[in-house]
Antibody, heavy 120, light 106 residues
């Protein structure tokens, strides 16, 4: 059974870079037909798609975040990562990683999510 | 960007009720519409993809319909475990966007 798990610091200072890793277990990140994505949810608010990556390294980003976001993949570790630079309090959110099918692009499964707070 | 709206934003219902949630896209998204269920403190769970295809393991009381710009999620007989927030999401454009959510409570 495929499982995803986010990891990384829960507290980041304003203007610094948020870095998270998603570890995939129970399956290979190089399986064709799937993208690997990041979604976030500010406390008490709705969901926002950040971007995704194919195992080959091809990426797609939310234009509103594109100048600050980098998603990368490490196939040797079966992991993919998110970096978000120049963070502000508005970036405080639960960050989820998820697998996305390459046709309908639905996300399943999801990681449990990790809360990242931006504060000095 | 394709904007997604949902109605109602919240609703109160009882066990056994038939519940319908509507999602509308600002332009056609064909059938690239997914429904998720989210309970407090948990990750969203995929219910319906391709507008009307039931995800494996999801109870048959959940169903989806629609295409183009107007979509519906129906719960035929609400169960206690169905009290949650429901989100629609389009994946027709390269920028995936979610609806604002519909909270279903007692």
């Amino acid at each position: 059974q495929l499982q995803l798990q986010e990891s990384g610091p829960g507290l980041v200072k304003p203007s610094e870079t948020l870095s998270l890793t998603c570890t995939v277990s129970g399956g290979s990140i190089t399986n064709r037909g799937y993208y690997w994505g990041w979604i976030r949810q500010p406390p008490g608010k709705g969901l926002e798609w950040i971007g995704n990556i194919y195992y080959s390294g091809s990426t797609s980003y939310n234009p509103s975040l594109k100048s600050r976001v980098t998603i990368s993949v490490d196939t040797s570790k079966n992991q993919f990562s998110l970096k978000l630079s120049s963070v502000t309090a508005a970036d405080t959110a639960v960050y989820y990683c998820a697998r996305q099918g390459d046709y309908w692009k639905s996300s399943d499964p999801w990681g449990q999510g990790t809360l990242v707070t931006v504060s000095s | 960007d394709i904007q997604m709206t949902q109605s109602p934003s919240s609703l109160s219902a009882s066990v056994g009720d038939r519940v319908t949630i509507t999602c509308r896209a600002s332009q056609t998204i064909k059938s690239y519409l997914t429904w998720y269920q989210q309970k407090p403190g948990k990750a969203p769970k995929l219910l319906i993809y391709a507008a009307s295809s039931l995800q494996s393991g999801v109870p048959s009381r959940f169903s989806g319909s629609g295409s183009g710009t107007d979509f519906t999620l129906t719960i035929s007989s609400l169960q206690p475990e169905d009290f949650a927030t429901y989100y629609c999401q389009q994946s027709y454009s390269t920028l995936f966007t979610f609806g604002p959510g519909t909270k279903v409570d007692i």
